[in-house]
């Protein structure tokens, strides 16, 4: 059984630095293309950032301030969130997707997910 546990949220000011992991068991991580959403209250799921063996995609909300990474080793990807905003205030999710070419940002192609982590920025 896979597993995803995502850990870093917390609260923060507006303007700091948060970096998020997630952690995947029972599977093959390294064959995995991951991604990380974000889901703010009252509003739908929407992606954030991916990383695949064809390269790295982020939304357009996040790019320049957000980095993902990922250390196969480990079977941990990251989600390094600099110059932090309200507007970023979500429970984030990492998700897998069996296609490890995949880096996009249909939800319904990771095929697991994390629980979340709550991350709060305040002005």
């Known amino acids: 059984q896979v597993q995803l546990v995502e850990s870093g949220g917390g609260l923060v000011r507006a303007g700091d630095s948060l970096r998020l992991s997630c952690t995947v068991s029972?599977?093959?991580?390294?064959?995995?293309?991951m991604g990380w959403f974000r889901q703010a209250p009252g509003k739908e799921r929407e992606f954030a950032a991916a990383?695949?063996?064809?390269?790295?995609n982020y939304a357009d909300s996040v790019t320049g301030r957000f980095t993902i990474s990922r250390d196969n080793a480990k079977k941990t990807v990251y989600l390094q969130m600099n110059s932090l905003k309200p507007d970023d205030t979500a429970v984030y999710y990492c998700?897998?997707?069996?296609?490890?070419?995949?880096?996009?940002?249909?939800?319904?192609?990771?095929?697991?997910w994390g629980q979340g982590t709550q991350v709060t920025v305040s002005s």
């Open positions: 029972g599977g093959e991580f390294s064959t995995y293309g």
């Open positions: 990383i695949s063996w064809s390269g790295l």
């Open positions: 998700a897998a997707a069996r296609n490890g070419y995949y880096r996009g940002s249909n939800a319904a192609q990771y095929a697991y």
